[in-house]
């Protein structure tokens, strides 16, 4: 095994391994990351540990060879992240493929109060589900009537 071959005809070993006479060598297959050199020969195959040949730190723009499922999806989603352009990363899903009204279509302060007013009845006017064991007594269903009201609020209020 040579040290470094670089181009110059000045070559330094770095290992020796004897082989027994007549054996040819067939085929040669080396594991970076594992140091271990294979030799196909023709009375079978040899392993043998070359320690420090391999690339030590290898490059972390190179596919790890001993990754995890989660280290694979945390640098696919890094991935697509760099992809997309910053304006169009958002926290609110919601809002993908919502419309952004211009100024000239936004509807006139008597219309909104109006759409308000019906959204707003819409939900007093829905049952809320009969519960068990307390869960229908007064003291519980007014906040969820009033945190309904509240969130449909939300979108006039914006």
């Known amino acids: 095994v040579l040290r470094d071959v670089s181009g110059t005809q000045n070559y330094s070993r770095y290992m020796t391994h004897s082989m027994a006479k007549g054996y040819q060598i067939g085929k040669l297959a080396f594991r970076p990351y594992e140091d271990v050199l294979c030799i196909g020969h023709s009375m079978g195959y040899s392993?043998?540990?070359?320690?420090?040949?391999?690339?030590?730190n290898f490059d972390s723009w190179v596919a790890n060879p001993f990754e995890t499922p989660k280290q694979r999806?945390?640098?696919?989603?890094?991935?697509?992240?760099?992809?997309?352009?910053?304006?169009t990363i958002m926290l609110d899903p919601s809002k993908i493929g919502t419309v952004k009204y211009t100024n000239k279509e936004k509807l006139t302060k008597k219309e909104r109060e109006e759409e308000m007013e019906a959204a707003i009845e819409a939900v007093k006017g829905k049952k809320l589900k009969k519960k068990t064991k307390g869960r229908s007594k007064a003291g519980k269903i007014m906040p969820?009537?009033?945190?309904?009201?509240?969130?449909?609020?939300r979108p006039f209020l914006e």
Do not use: F, R, V, W
């Open 47 to 56: 392993s043998i540990l070359i320690p420090g040949a391999g690339e030590p």
């Open 144 to 153: 969820k009537k009033q945190d309904a009201i509240a969130n449909a609020k």
């Open 73 to 87: 999806s945390e640098k696919e989603i890094k991935a697509l992240l760099d992809k997309l352009p910053p304006e």
